[in-house]
């Protein structure tokens, strides 16, 4: 007699289960597997072909065109409306919680707590922020003038750019869409937003809740993968936004300056983190798990390799791995809390990192669930790619250094990281590290916490980015500012003028 088991199926929706019947023959129970698993493969194709809309470049231009129209009406300037607009998009992402934590888990793998936090929560701060500073921002500045200008008035005022791009990665496919769309909404623009194709589920989510929120001529999400994104950037934007690697950032620099759209491009790089001998261990240990392994090290502003001081190198390194321990229990790979790398071709790349040293701890790997353990690496090469190209991975470098400066010259031999970190209880170590090297962005004792407050612009210098955003840095990077001059009627200076007499030597007079 058949008996009914249950078999997971790979690629289903990450967890779809389908029931086979298990026939004594053998045969038949592998040909209604076999068929089972067709027709799974068929659903998997379908359904990520419908979560991959791709938009024609007639589709594109006529999004952009109805944009431009919307834009000229005005109405997306009016300070009553930008609010409404960032209370709606806040009321729209509480609405969709559970779908944006479902979404994240079935393409990254992402925790219920690690999604809230890094993907809903702190765009609920950004907005909150945004909402109760909007109106002093968005006020025209009166500023002061010179002698030369007496009885005028200066004025700086903020205006949109008009119809703004902004490209958004794969590895915090939520919060980098919205947080941008933030300043945008905010500055009175109007936006199209291309999210990554890698995450083909949260993809297809903002482009179901932006058209739920937003008019397509105000607001709009274009779906696609690389012929979309090289369509979008053969159009004349007034503003691109970019998200990703520093090779793709000069494609899209490239295709900006064709028609002199300014850019902000939020980049990566090998950002270190340095631990100094006087370091508080266990809590340094802590944070530095915190912020590497996040998300499988698929964070742009994750510690890269890290520098610690040759005395206390081998305690920071027991430390560490009781942390990992504590965090993620004795095997990673299968706790629910450890992500996985987004795609078969970045977990090849990183497998292979693995090969450029000496695993000191985990190095373990599952293929068919595309997670690699938190692993440290010793006895690297610098020219090696591990040590030269960004691993945006859960693989840790540990160099160790006898002198401060050793590692202030080893880090100034690199180009200028997206993050440095810094971990001591001198300020003047501090302050000599945070002062001799250019950095987008860090922390002194802690990783990460830095990109999570409004009250500081992110951004990166050099290979790592330019331009920044965050609270007011955000509406800055979305607004143009306007100067205007008004001057009086009342009196004039006639000196100015050609027909003046003894003009040259008035002006002489007043500018000296």
Not at 114 to 135: A, D, P, R, V, W
Not at 326 to 339: H, L
């Amino acid at each position: 007699m058949a008996s009914v088991v249950t078999k997971e199926v790979p690629g289903f929706f990450m967890s779809a289960k389908m029931r086979c019947v298990d026939f004594s023959a053998g045969s038949s129970y592998s040909f209604v597997v076999l068929m089972f698993t067709f027709l799974n493969l068929i659903i998997q194709i379908r359904y990520e072909v419908s979560l991959m809309k791709e938009v024609s470049a007639a589709g594109i231009q006529q999004i952009l065109q109805n944009q431009r129209t919307y834009f000229a009406t005005q109405e997306t300037k009016s300070l009553t409306f930008r609010m409404e607009q960032l209370k709606q998009l806040k009321a729209g992402i509480k609405k969709r919680e559970h779908e944006v934590i479902d979404a994240l888990a079935l393409d990254l793998g992402k925790s219920e707590l690690e999604s809230y936090s890094t993907e809903i929560g702190i765009l609920y701060e950004e907005i909150n922020f945004t909402i109760k500073h909007l109106k002093s921002w968005a006020k025209p500045k009166k500023v002061k003038t010179p002698v030369t200008h007496v009885g005028s008035k200066g004025f700086i005022i903020p205006e949109p750019y008009g119809t703004v791009l902004i490209m958004a990665p794969w590895n915090y496919p939520f919060q980098l869409a919205l947080s941008p769309l933030i300043g945008a909404i905010a500055a009175g623009n109007t936006a199209i937003i291309k999210p990554s194709e890698l995450t083909p589920n949260v993809s297809s989510l903002l482009s179901t809740l932006l058209q739920k929120l937003y008019l397509p001529s105000y607001v709009s999400a274009v779906e696609g993968g690389v012929h979309t994104s090289q369509a979008l950037l053969e159009e004349r934007f007034d503003y691109i936004f970019f998200t990703g690697s520093p090779a793709v950032g000069k494609v899209v620099m490239e295709a900006a300056s064709r028609h002199l759209t300014p850019v902000t491009l939020e980049l990566g790089g090998k950002s270190p983190v340095i631990v100094h001998e006087d370091a508080n261990i266990p809590l340094a240990a802590k944070r530095i798990v915190f912020g590497k392994f996040m998300n499988a090290g698929q964070t742009c502003i994750a510690p890269d390799y890290l520098l610690v001081h040759s005395k206390i190198k081998a305690s920071l390194i027991e430390a560490i791995k009781e942390v990992i321990q504590a965090f993620y229990g004795p095997n990673p790979i299968e706790s629910p809390a450890y992500s996985k790398i987004v795609n078969e071709r970045h977990y090849n790349r990183l497998s292979g990192y693995l090969k450029e040293g000496m695993v000191i701890y985990g190095g373990e790997r599952n293929d068919s669930k595309q997670k690699i353990a938190p692993t440290l690496i010793e006895r690297v090469k610098l020219d090696s790619p591990v040590m030269t190209e960004e691993i945006f991975g859960p693989i840790f470098p540990v160099l160790e250094y006898t002198s401060l400066e050793e590692a202030i010259e080893l880090i100034h031999s690199r180009p200028k990281p997206l993050a440095l970190y810094v971990f001591t209880e001198n300020k003047n170590t501090a302050d000599e590290v945070t002062g001799r090297i250019s950095f987008g962005g860090g922390c002194i004792n802690d990783t990460l916490m830095h990109i999570a407050t409004p009250h500081l612009p992110f951004g990166g210098v050099g290979e790592s980015g330019m331009g920044n955003y965050h609270g007011k840095a955000s509406f800055d990077t979305f607004s143009h500012r306007k100067s205007v001059l008004k001057q009086t009627n009342r009196f004039d200076f006639s000196f100015r003028y050609p027909s003046a007499k003894n003009g040259l030597q008035r002006v002489k007079k007043l500018l000296k």
